[in-house]
Structures are given as C-alpha cells and as structure tokens.
C-alpha cells in the first residue's frame, strides 16, 4: 500500500453525525508519492498505541469509526472487500426513551404476571377442605393447610433479597424467565403433591418464582418511567395486584364446589399451570430488557467488539474533533497518539482539527459494581438496617403492613362470614370477592386522578404565584380588566394556598391525597363487622370490603412513591424493607382468621381491626407535617 503524502486534511462532512452508522469524514484521495527518493510514512496508531478507557451513557455521542485508513502492514484489501459493518445499536436505547406503544406493551405484560401471581395467592384458600382431604393419612389440620399461604409468602419475602442483585447484574430479562419458569413448574408440582410437607414446599418455591412479578415490576417502572411519569403505570400494577387478589378466590370457590368429587379440583392448580405457560412464551418472545446499566454494558461491548474487527482489518482509532483558540494550546478531545492533526476549518480566531485516537467503552456501574456476594448481603442486610434506624421506614412498612394483612385476611374471613351468617355456600361467598375487583378499578382510578390534579398547572407551577400588592408591570396593567378578575378569584386564592403550604415539588406531595383516602381503610373495616348481621342486607358488608380495598391499594401506592422520592439510591432497600414486612404480616393473617372472628365475633373482629386502622392513618399526617424536618435528620434519605 502507498504510503501517505502530506495531503490536504480531511473536510468535514456536514452529514458527519454521533453514531456509529454517521457518514465517516470526507478524506482526499492517497496518491503515490511522485518524489521517489522519499518514502512515505504512516503516522496513524497502530496495536502499540495506547488505548483510552472512556465511561458509556446513554447521552453520549459516539465518535465516527475509521473505516477509510488502512494501516500499511495489512494486506491491500481486494475491490469488493468493504470494513466491518457497524452493529445495530437499536436494541440498546435508553428505556425512557423508548415509544409509548411499546412501554405499554412491556406494562400490559407486567401487569398481567403481577395479576396470576396475585391470583395465586388468593386461589389456594377455597378449597382448603379439598386439599386437606387429598393429603395424608394422617390428614393434616386446617390450620396446617392454610400453612400454604404462609410459606408462599415467606418465599415472596426472602426472595426478592437475592434475586434484585441478579437482576441489576444480569438484567430483567432473565431474571423474569428464569423465575417465571420456577413458577409454573411448582404451580404444577402442587397439582401433584400427596403430603403436607411437598404442598408447603411447593407454595414456597411458587413463591419465589412469583415473587418477581410482584417486587421487580416497580424496578422495570422505573426504568421506562421518570418520577413524574410513573404514578399512572404504578396505579395500573397496583390494581392489577387487588384485582388478581379477588378474582383468585372467586374463580377457586366455583371451581372448588362444582368439583369436588375425585380430583377435578385439582384443575384450581392445573389451569394457572396453563395460563402461567402462556404468559412464560409472552414474556420470552415479547418482553425486553429495561435494566438501563445493563443495556449499556451491551451496547459498550458490541462497539469495543466492532473496533476490534476493524484493527484486525488495519482500520485504527475514531476520528476525534477539537476546537482550539488563538494563544491557546491545543488540547485534543482524548488523550493518545494522533493520526495527523490539520486544520480543516479557520474562521478568525480558531480551528478545528481531526484526529484518530484508539478507544474502547466502559460503563460506570460495572467498574463499581461490587461482586454477587457482596450484593447479596447488602440485599439482605440493608433493607434490615433502614427498618430499625429510619422511623419513616419502620411506620410506613408497620402501616402496609397492616393493610396488606387485612387483604389476605379476607381470603378466610370471607367465605366464613358469609356462609356462617347468611347459610350461603362456598361458590356463592365467592362472588363476594367481586367486591375486591371494584375496590381496586375505583381505587386505581382514583390514583389517577389524584396525580392529574397534582400536576395541575397552578398548583405545580410556582411562577403562577398572582402578585399581591404593589405596583404592577405594565404587562399586566395592561390585561383586561376580566382577567385580572379571574386571578383574585377564590379558585385562584386556593390554588396559591396549596402552592405555598403544600407544594407539588415535595416528595410529601405523594401522601397529601392519602391523608385522605386511606380512612377507607378504617370506614371498610367497621362497616364490614359492624353490618355482617343476618338481619342487615349483604350488600351493607360487601360495601365494606370495597371500601377497604379502596384504602389498602392507595396506601400501597402511596408508600412506594413515596419511598422511591424519598429515599433515590436507597429506594429498593427501603421498598424491599416493606415488601417484607407486607409479605410475613399477610402471611400470618390467615392463620388467625377462623380464631379471631369466631371468639370475637363479626362486630368485635372489625371494630378491633378498624381501631388499628385508624390509629395508623396518623402516620401520612406526621409526614406532611414534619416530613422535611425528618428527612434532614436521615443519613439516607433525601434532604
């Protein structure tokens, strides 16, 4: 191959873009030397030169590839050889920017795991007499066959401990497969199962499979979704989880008193095998990876992999732009051996020049990411140390807690309160957990709303403030005298109220609503055990239970969004401290149950939990209050 001449520098293309698909800079054409006593030399790098280690973001502009500059000791390439072709960086977008049709889609799927693994939970109790006759001899107690939802949710709480770390390390993806296969194939095993010991071993693992699809779909959240956007698809999976958790013991009750005879019961456990093998083709052929880190880790090592393709073929470096001033050195983009800097463009006082430095891609969280182990135990230990050390944590996860305890609480209470005052039979207490679905599409839409009022221009924008006093500017003296009106208006004088003592910006605004709606909670309970009489219509408690599931879903919501304001790098230890404390409470609801409403009765057992109830909605109050004073005080949480 000729050598190089001292040639006119390259120009710049005005097509010359930031990816790697850009069109490369216009060089001139390498003639021979016409001196023949001279011999060209090549000036560019080559596999001596250094290599400069650059951090990858999503915001970065990529460099243009040399794919025009052979280096002379390779092969003279044949008329139809052509440079490696640049990979297709589509795949490796930043999730937030992805297109709504398609962050719609990942949430539709979402949602729908998170409502099987809700189903699940709720399926199992209804046929508790089914299961405890088909297990055995000896047959187990009823108390040890509800023992099932409790390992289900033990394995909902320890889970998620190990499996987060595996996520940020490897990503959603596999973690949803890998998982969500676990799940099925022990929903499966269930069906199976002859003893007391397999059921409770196999709840556990459904569980942690589950588990996934419960804990992680806030994470996949927000990685599409920044905290302004996230409250609308956090409402649609909030009541996704309600409405799977009543439509499980509805269809089971049917199903559990139309079958009973042989095993055809057994098709509780044997259908959600069918549609949990559905939604395991849906997510493997349709769901993506949104784990931002872990697309960019891609994206870097298919950029380093196509530099190295290229060197390999004699093509070395990335051209590298610099503009430099009059009197000043010149100081080029990267550090490393230059190609040939020249000047291509002079307008007064500067130049811009090119270069070809040699470079490879890093992305910042994996140089600091700490090793499995070391995640894990911060995993588990973490969420542990923000529950007995910041009170925000330890009250807000005693409160859901609580609530999520009352909602798995209704899986007994009931089928029994029904059938023992009103003499109905199992599929027809069953349908009462319609109740639930309602409670959770009217509180989800009240989440939404909720949001949209926050957001609302005069409420959210402090520039709206109406000057009160003084001179005014001439752009506003010269108003009509009707919009100076409408702005003294009460509506307006309410909205300035709001913006001054309640502003939009705090993350206390996510609990302004809930300060409200969560005496649902209470209202629920008490209306339930106070009108669970036979002398009182059905639908007095039924009214009761949609109340509080009302109050139980917009308590969830707010929690998480408060924590993910709150507590930023720390948000998943702290939501994972509440997840478990919402899990091991829900857990053990239901084996209190039967004992708690038949020596207390309907009106002592709700006025009892609608007294906790109540004592706890105390807590939203506190925040709004005092929120910004506690935070200051906290080493992890945002001042």
């Known amino acids: ?14 097509r010359l873009g930031d990816g790697p698909n850009a069109v490369p800079p216009r060089l001139p054409s390498v003639q021979p030397s016409q001196d023949t006593t001279q011999t060209p030399t090549y000036a560019g790098p080559d596999d001596t030169t250094e290599i400069t280690t650059l951090y990858l973001t ?29 990979p297709d960086l589509t795949p490796y977008a930043n999730p937030q920017t992805w297109p709504d049709s398609r962050k719609y889609a990942m949430l539709t799927l979402s949602c729908i795991a998170t409502w099987l693994t809700a189903y699940t939970a709720g399926s199992y109790s209804p046929p508790q007499h089914l299961i405890q006759a088909a297990l055995g001899p000896p047959h187990p107690s009823l108390e040890a066959v509800l023992t099932g939802i409790t390992t289900f ?8 401990m190990v499996l987060a770390p595996l996520s940020e390390m490897n990503g959603r993806y596999l973690v949803f497969v890998v ?70 013991p509805l ?52 950029l380093n992999k ?141 989440g939404i709303w909720q949001e949209q009022i926050l957001r609302h221009p005069k409420w959210a924008n402090p520039s709206a403030e109406p000057s009160s006093g003084g001179d005014t500017s001439d752009s506003s003296s010269s108003k009509p005298c009707s919009a100076r009106v409408i702005s003294s208006s009460s509506s307006d004088r309410i909205w300035a109220f709001l913006r001054r003592h309640f502003p939009a910006s705090a993350p206390e605004s996510r609990l302004y609503f809930t300060c409200l709606t969560s005496t649902l909670l209470p209202i629920g309970l008490f209306i339930f055990g106070f009108t669970a009489r036979a002398d009182t219509h059905w639908i007095a408690p039924a009214i009761g239970l949609v109340c509080a599931t009302m109050g139980i879903l917009l308590i969830y919501l707010a929690v998480f969004n408060y924590f993910a304001d709150t507590y930023h790098v720390y948000a998943s230890s702290a939501l994972a401290a509440q997840s478990f404390c919402r899990n091991v409470l829900g857990g053990a609801f239901p084996l209190v149950t039967s004992p708690l409403f038949k020596n207390l009765g309907e009106a ?5 939990l609608g007294g906790i109830a109540t004592a706890l909605t105390v807590v939203p109050w506190v925040l709004v209050f005092f929120g910004e004073r506690i935070r200051a005080r906290s080493a992890f949480a945002r001042a």
């Open 58 to 86: 999503f915001a970065t502009a990529l460099p243009t590839a040399n794919t025009t500059i052979r280096h002379p000791s390779k092969p003279q390439p044949r008329p139809d050889d052509c440079p490696p072709p640049p």
């Open 179 to 248: 998982a969500g296969t676990v799940y099925a194939v022990f929903q499966a095993v269930c069906g199976a199962v002859d003893t007391l010991a397999g059921m409770l071993i196999a709840r556990f693992l459904v569980g942690v499979g589950g588990s996934v699809f419960s804990t992680m779909v806030g994470g996949v959240i927000a990685d599409m979704w920044d905290a302004k956007g996230r409250n609308l698809p956090m409402a649609f999976f909030s009541g996704s989880v309600l409405a799977g958790t009543g439509m499980g």
């Open 153 to 160: 949710c033990l394995g909902f709480a320890f889970a998620p």
């Open 604 to 608: 002592r057992a709700g006025g009892l």
């Open 306 to 446: 196509w530099y190295e393709k290229l060197e390999k073929q004699g093509y070395f470096g990335v051209w590298d732009a610099e503009v430099t001033g009059e009197g000043s050195p010149s100081a080029a983009l990267f550090e490393g051996d230059v190609a040939e800097k020249k000047s291509i463009t002079e307008c007064g006082q500067t130049q811009t020049t090119m270069g070809l430095r040699r470079i490879r891609w890093l992305v910042k969280e994996d140089e600091e990411r700490a090793s499995l182990g070391q995640m894990i135990a911060t995993s588990v230990s973490r969420p542990f140390h923000l529950l007995f050390t910041e009170p925000v944590v330890f009250f807000f996860s005693l409160w859901v807690a609580f609530a999520w305890g009352v909602l798995y609480l209704t899986f007994g209470s009931i089928p029994l309160v029904f059938q023992l005052v009103y003499g109905w039979s199992l599929e027809q207490a069953g349908y009462v957990f319609t109740s639930l679905i309602v409670g959770a599409v009217l509180a989800t839409s009240i």
């Open 1 to 14: 191959m000729a050598g190089f001449q001292d040639n006119p520098p390259p120009a710049m293309d005005p």
């Open 251 to 302: 269809v089971a009750a049917v199903m559990a008193q139309r079958m009973q005879d042989g095993s055809r019961w057994k098709w509780i456990f044997w259908h959600q095998v069918l549609m949990s093998g559905v939604l395991m083709v849906a997510l493997v052929v349709f769901f993506k990876e949104s784990r931002g880190s872990v697309l960019l880790s891609r994206k870097a090592k298919a």
